[in-house]
């Protein structure tokens, strides 16, 4: 037997579809009196409902059964206490959070007015800054007499070491003693003057040249800290308020330098001034000598005779 479902001559409707009127069938001539009695009775009555409408309805459960169902959002807490909660949260960062940052605030303001007003004013940072541009070009002027031309000798040899003394260059150093010994010659020869006279001779010679050297070093020092202090007046005439301690150590650090460069050149004004004092100890000293002797040889001449 055939599976009704797998029939291959079954025809297949669509799934809504209407069903055409029958056509009513033509009332046959009873053949006989049962007939007749039968043909007044209700034949057997239809469905009132089709099978479309039971398909709609069966359609409209199963969209009713996937749609889903009302769903109460915020995990089903009403917005109304929501809105609450919010506003109590707001009111309590009002009262203890903007309350204290508004005070901090104010404080910030005043002591920002305060450096602004007092402390760093522009028209005083302004004032100042303008005061060091015109420093600065009084010491340039300064700075242009003081390394102005002083030569004054007129030979040749002297010329050479003078020229030596006001170079206001470390590397010539070395050729002072050559050019002293041009000028003012060396020690005596041994058979020339007495050993005392040589030894006066030779370290007066040697503390003269000495004192050149050191002058020509200190002027080469000198240089180095005008260059310096140009440089810091040009930075501190651009730099900002910030920036000045800085400029302020660094110079003072130049100043302790400088006082060092001084303190060595007062030590060789010192080595000059004695060694001068003992060569005029050391004058008197030899006159003396030579007066004891002088002494001497008269008494002796005058005893013999």
Known sequence: MMDPKKNPNKRHKSFFWRRKPSQQPQPATPMNGIDEAQGNARPWARPWY??????AAVVGLGVLAIL???A???????TAAILAALSKMQSLMNTYIATPLKTINQ??????????EVMYPLVAINQAKTSVTRFEGQFNQISSLFRGNVSSATLPQSQNLESLLLSRNAANVPNVSGQFQN????????NAASPQMRTMTDMTDAQAQDA?????????????ELDEANQM???ISQAAPGSAPILE????????????YTQSALAELMRTRGIDLANQSKVAKLATADSTNNNGLINGSLTNR
């Open 68 to 70: 889903p169902p009302r």
């Open 107 to 116: 404080y910030e303001q005043s002591a920002a007015k305060y450096e602004q």
């Open 72 to 78: 109460n959002g915020q995990f089903g807490i009403d």
């Open 249 to 260: 150590a660094e110079a003072d650090v130049w100043v302790v330098r400088a006082n060092a």
């Open 183 to 190: 000028v003012y010659g060396v020690v005596m020869p041994q």
């Open 212 to 224: 050149m050297k050191r002058a020509i070093e200190i002027d080469a020092l000198a240089d180095a």
């Open 233 to 235: 007046g040009q930075q």
């Open 50 to 55: 089709r099978p479309t409408l039971l398909k």
